[in-house]
């Protein structure tokens, strides 16, 4: 739980600064992204064996029957916290300081493959095609590799994680 709060905490500082309610720092992205990183992957699935449902664990009962899937999440979250981190000092897209924004003329990210931002291979948002490295995601502005790692966040949380009271 202790990792799971690190990185929201990450994710709420980090929305500030993208949402430019607070001044961009590449500085920070860059040592929050290493924060999820740190607790993304193999280091997050190994937080949970089989059965873990007691409290204080938030964790749903799918998350061992569809262990695969969270497994795929746990990767994600990994792959595009390190993009993360190499995408810090490409700056913001909305702020006109990053470096080469990926945009087409639908104002939709390219990923290469024409199937839109999140063509993760975890079937998440409905293709099969292959997830985005992080060598590709370093390229984007960084706003736009934040909010992968956040809806990665999000669908983890909606799938594998009991509702608060």
Not at 10 to 19: D, G, H, P, T
Request: glycine residues 10%.
């Amino acid at each position: 739980m202790d990792a799971m709060m690190d990185m929201s905490k990450v994710v709420k500082s980090l929305s500030a600064m993208m949402r430019g309610e607070v001044d961009y720092d590449a500085a920070s992205v860059q040592a929050g992204a290493l924060i999820i990183k740190s607790h993304a992957g193999k280091a997050m699935t190994s937080l949970f064996p089989e059965g873990t449902t007691e409290a204080p664990s938030e964790a749903r009962a799918e998350i061992w029957t569809d262990w695969e899937a969270f497994e795929a999440l746990a990767s994600q979250l990994e792959t595009y916290a390190t993009g993360l981190e190499s995408a810090a000092d490409n700056g913001l897209a909305m702020s006109g300081d990053a470096q080469g924004s990926m945009m087409d003329n639908n104002n939709s990210m390219m990923t290469g493959n024409q199937n839109g931002m999140m063509g993760g291979g975890s079937g998440m948002m409905g293709t099969t095609q292959p997830m985005m490295t992080a060598e590709q995601l370093a390229t984007m502005p960084a706003d736009s590799v934040f909010n992968m790692v956040a809806q990665t966040c999000s669908s983890c949380h909606t799938k594998f994680r009991l509702e608060k009271k």
